[in-house]
């Protein structure tokens, strides 16, 4: 294969020679007192240092800002350590303990007993990918360290498209579609249980041709140039990730399981009277059947091929605690709110009854102190993801998402009152009961230019099947709305996609949900929905909202009155005293563990 583009991996070894006339044995280092001054419109960039300005060891090598911070950052229970491919015997030195050796050893091991690649000259017109060791502290719950793992990962960085891989893409199920999955099985009233494969991507099967370095610390004596042709993927590459999903998708397949249409992810094996599902998230597994059998003969199968480790009842997924009790299924993440309030040093704050005030509403405060916007960046995205279990602090964390351009005072005050709210209820978490019915619902709500800033609407929405709460929404629309009808319209359409999706999704479970009912509490909203035909007052709306017009002819939906009293994607769509609050998380479905 012709090389094709620049080599940007090997350009940073180039170096550059003097475009003036010098002596030969002046330039003896790129470090020193006695260099010659670069005239400055000869290079973009100096190629001599003065000592005095060379921060840290000068005889280090060089390392990036980020490998840097993880060689320094004590605290959180990991070593990340990435070894220089000039003087890999320099940074094994570091390494006192003989353990990491014998990680390293274990490691390899399993690329020999893989047959993962072959050590073969370097052709002509092909270049060599770099490989770094990682290694890393496993610790236990008491975050005493239980093992040294060492992992050998390729510099997939310097690969580049067309020339070392083509299609990278490989299906990951959504968090959705995970809840889905525990609803269903709350539902049936089956265990569900996880696995892993241990080195997922060795057992993945590339088809590009792909050549990467020896081991750092590991060459070949005999063979020193020589590299190694990978039949197999290696940490680290573009196409390691959908190589790993093709060779355990076609396993499955092999032995009678169907791929579903809709999630690529989920696989299915269905008997007369029994099923045994399986949801596939990389290199981790999740099951259940509604007959202990099948779950037993799965785990025996997944041996044969790959090397497994089986964790028991799931557990911890994805981030979800998921504790499995005879009567349902409750998912939280009190553990990753402990860990937030640590991160941010909110153990000692004071507690709130709310996630956000009520009397307050914020705006872009000009004239406010800005704030460290990257620390602002960074309690946002750790409120973001802890949404996938708590709704009730969904509206508030949309709202200050909006002010990550710049961050003042106030914003941060926001911020900080959604993590003393979860200093007082850390344990709060989803309830799927086993006794109820399985049947979808949803229900959608917005403001009315509740956004300060542009004045735009909030979309609020949530689906529940039966009383299982499985997927909500808070997002400002994309339009200025004329009137609480428009608003109200664009809001039922967007649940309208949602309620699609998971109709569909219920499909690949065999489930057919048609006329699903979604409540609204406006009127207006709900006749221009039942009415096909346009009028003057709605010609300016966009032509994209009005497919849940079809969705009702079609008898997929239909739309329903529900009293503001009772309207519980109000939720998603603005702040309230306690006492309406409560009411709401009650009213979703939430408890409280303890």
Known sequence: MA?????????????AQPQWDQEPDVIDSNLGVDLP??????????????????????????????????????????????????????ALDAMKDPSWIEAMQEELLQFVLQHVWDLV?????????????????????????????????????????????????????????????LAFASYKGFKVYQMDVKSAFLYGTIDEEVYVSQPPGFEDPKYPDKVYKLRKALYGLHQAPRACYETLSSYLLENQFEREVIDKTLFIKRTKTDMLLVQIYVDDIIFGSTRDEMCKAFEELMHKKFKMSSIGELTFFLGLQVKQKSDGI????????????????????KLASTP???????????????????????????????????????FAVC??????????????????????????????????????????????????????????????GCQFLGSRLVSWR?????????????????????CCSQVLWIQNQMQ???????????????????????????????????????????????????????????HFVDLFTKAFDVGRFTFLVTSVGMINSE
């Open 3 to 15: 090389l094709r583009g620049k080599n940007y991996a090997s350009r940073r070894l180039v170096v």
């Open 37 to 90: 001054e670069e005239p400055l419109h000869l290079t973009r960039t100096q190629k001599n240092h003065p000592p005095s300005l060379v921060i840290g060891d000068i005889q280090s090598p060089m390392i990036t800002r980020k490998q840097s911070k993880a060689l320094t950052d004590a605290h959180s229970g990991m070593i990340s350590v990435f070894l220089s491919q000039t003087e890999p015997k320099k």
């Open 121 to 181: 000259d370097l052709p002509r017109g092909h270049r060599v990918i770099g490989t770094k060791w990682i290694f890393r502290n496993k610790t236990d719950e008491r975050a005493i360290v239980i093992k040294n793992k060492a992992r050998l990962v390729a510099q997939g960085y310097t690969q580049e498209e067309g020339i070392d891989y083509d299609d990278v893409f490989a299906p990951i199920a959504r968090i959705e579609a995970i809840k889905l999955f």
């Open 330 to 349: 409750f998912i939280n993440q009190s553990k990753y709110v402990a860990s937030m309030l640590q991160k941010f040093g909110m153990n000692d704050a």
């Open 356 to 394: 956000m005030e009520t009397h307050k509403h914020l705006n872009a405060d000009v004239e406010g102190e800005e704030v460290d916007v990257h620390n602002y960046r960074s309690m946002i995205g750790s409120l973001t993801y802890l949404t996938a279990s708590r709704p009730g602090i969904m």
């Open 399 to 460: 709202v200050c998402e909006r002010y990550q351009v710049r961050s003042n005072e106030s914003h941060l005050h926001a911020v900080k009152r959604i993590f003393k709210y979860l200093k007082g209820q850390p344990r709060l978490g989803l309830w799927y009961p086993n006794d109820s019915s399985f049947d979808l619902v949803a229900y959608t709500d917005s403001d009315y230019g509740g956004a300060n800033l542009d004045r735009k609407s909030t979309s609020g």
């Open 474 to 494: 808070c997002k400002k629309q994309t339009t200025v709305s004329q009137s609480t009808t428009e608003a109200e319209y664009i809001a039922a359409s967007h």
């Open 508 to 566: 690949d479970y065999g489930l057919s949900f048609l006329q699903t009912p979604i409540y609204i509490d406006n009127n207006s909203a709900i006749s221009i929905v039942n009415n096909p035909v346009k009028h003057s007052k709605t010609k300016h709306i966009e032509i994209k909202y009005h497919f849940i017009i079809d969705c009702k002819e079609n008898k997929l939906i239909q739309v329903l009155k529900v009293h503001t009293d009772d």
